[in-house]
T-cell receptor, first 116, second 116 residues
Framework: SAVISQKPSRDICQRGTSLTIQCQVDSQVTMMFWYRQQPGQSLTLIATANQGSEATYESGFVIDKFPISRPNLTFSTLTVSNMSPEDSSIYLC?????????????FGQGTRLTVV | GENVEQHPSTLSVQEGDSAVIKCTYSDSASNYFPWYKQELGKRPQLIIDIRSNVGEKKDQRIAVTLNKTAKHFSLHITETQPEDSAVYFCAGRGPNRGSTLGRLYFGRGTQLTVWP
């Protein structure tokens, strides 16, 4: 299985600022996904990052707030813009090889974001 | 889209006993059902998965069963150990269509505590 390196692992940010989270995969993957996980809660999908096209956002999440880049098949970034304390959460990236073939999805180690 | 329900939300067992976590899904076209274990502060880790053409799968102390007719699947852990204590998430992979093909729909999670 592939390995995802996600950084930063944690950050404390001032409200109104932006943070960019990076995920690097050690092999080429078709689909990458960005999740948010509140403490004690399940994973909520923010968006699907497609290489070569715009990301697809889930209901309640918009590109202006969470812009995503996917410049190649091994890398993606999520930016949390104009942060408020409500954005404090764990952000996780995920990937799997080929949606046409049933394969395991694996996760980065997560970014714990605290907005003060 | 797919809707995955998971029960119970918390489960406490004595070391050596068995633990069962149950999930239901709504979309009969879903074809892949992984289970993830997430320890505190760690990323979700795949522990077992099952595809829709299989009814049961075992891996040492862990087994998953799938009933496609009833649209439910279950995780069984036998001879539980304190190190099995974690949050367990079930997920279903929706049908391959649209720009989010391959995304996972997660249950709400089960906090399993194994008492020594």
């Amino acid at each position: 299985s592939a390995v995802i390196s996600q950084k930063p692992s944690r950050d404390i940010c001032q409200r109104g600022t932006s943070l960019t989270i990076q995920c690097q995969v050690d092999s080429q993957v078709t689909m990458m996904f960005w999740y948010r996980q509140q403490p004690g809660q399940s994973l909520t999908l923010i968006a699907t990052a497609n290489q070569g096209s715009e990301a697809t956002y889930e209901s309640g999440f918009v590109i202006d707030k969470f812009p995503i880049s996917r410049p190649n098949l091994t890398f993606s970034t999520l930016t949390v813009s104009n942060m408020s304390p409500e954005d404090s959460s764990i952000y996780l990236c995920s990937a799997h090889q080929n949606p046409g073939v049933v394969t395991e999805a694996f996760f980065g180690q997560g970014t714990r974001l605290t907005v003060v | 889209g797919e809707n995955v329900e998971q029960h119970p939300s918390t489960l406490s067992v004595q070391e050596g006993d068995s633990a069962v976590i149950k999930c239901t899904y709504s979309d009969s076209a879903s074809n892949y059902f992984p289970w993830y274990k997430q320890e505190l502060g760690k990323r979700p880790q795949l522990i077992i998965d099952i595809r829709s053409n299989v009814g049961e799968k075992k891996d040492q102390r862990i087994a998953v069963t799938l009933n496609k007719t009833a649209k439910h699947f279950s995780l069984h852990i036998t001879e539980t150990q304190p190190e099995d204590s974690a949050v367990y998430f079930c997920a279903g992979r929706g049908p391959n269509r649209g720009s989010t093909l391959g995304r996972l729909y997660f249950g709400r999670g089960t906090q399993l505590t194994v008492w020594p």
